[in-house]
């Protein structure tokens, strides 16, 4: 069964940094990319990134680049996004997601979601 | 980038009826055209995807149609269960993106 499990719940202060997972299973985590989707509170669906764990490559939709980081560990089937400063706006449930190609960026498989919150 | 236009924001509908969802692109996709239902609390589930093509486990009550810039997602008999936000998003172009969602409540 494939499945893709996030790490918890999140509350930080405005300026900290943070780092999320997605760990993959179930799959050959190295033969799909995996994506990052954020929905803030009430709001829609909007890709941030894409990333290919074989060979780490990468690639932002334009609204997110310089903004977030997106890696991987193949090495334990795990993704990550990460902030180095975060903002009251950063505020929003955080998805991951299998892609099956670059040529197909869809989400056949979710995981359960983030939820990071930035208050001071 | 495209901008995808979903319509109407909200669609009541009564159990047993049909629905039909609208989405339109900013410039063509072609084919490649996804529909997406999210329920509160949950992750989104894809429904379809090439436009017309059901998702595993989608059952035949949803169906898609469309090409170019003109989108629609069909239930042909609303279920309890299907009362849910609809997303269409287009993976034609780099950066792929959604439209902003239908919600199909109870009427």
């Known amino acids: 069964e494939v499945q893709l499990v996030q790490s918890g719940a999140e509350v930080k202060k405005p300026g900290e940094s943070l780092k999320i997972s997605c760990k993959g299973s179930g799959y050959s985590f190295t033969s799909y990319w995996i994506g990052w989707v954020r929905q803030m509170p009430g709001k829609g669906l909007e890709w941030m990134g894409i990333i290919y764990p074989g060979d780490s490559d990468t690639r932002y939709s334009p609204s997110f680049q310089g903004q977030v980081t997106i890696s991987a560990d193949k090495s334990i089937s795990t993704a990550y996004l990460q902030w180095s400063s975060l903002k009251a706006s950063d505020t929003a449930m955080y998805y991951c997601a299998r892609v099956p190609d670059t040529a197909m960026v869809i989400v056949d498989y979710w995981g359960q979601g983030t939820l990071v919150t930035v208050s001071s | 980038e495209i901008v995808m236009t979903q319509s109407p924001a909200t669609l009541s509908v009564s159990p047993g009826e049909r629905a039909t969802l609208s989405c339109r692109a900013s410039q063509s996709v072609s084919s490649n055209l996804a529909w997406y239902q999210q329920k509160p609390g949950q992750a989104p589930r894809l429904l379809i995807y090439?436009?017309?093509t059901r998702a595993t486990g989608i059952p035949a009550r949803f169906s898609g149609s469309g090409s170019g810039t003109e989108f629609t997602l069909t239930i042909s008999s609303l279920q309890s269960e299907d009362f849910a936000v609809y997303y269409c998003?287009?993976?034609?172009?780099?950066?792929?993106?959604f439209g902003q969602g239908t919600k199909v409540e109870i009427k």
């Open positions: 090439g436009a017309s």
């Open positions: 998003q287009q993976y034609n172009n780099w950066p792929p993106m």
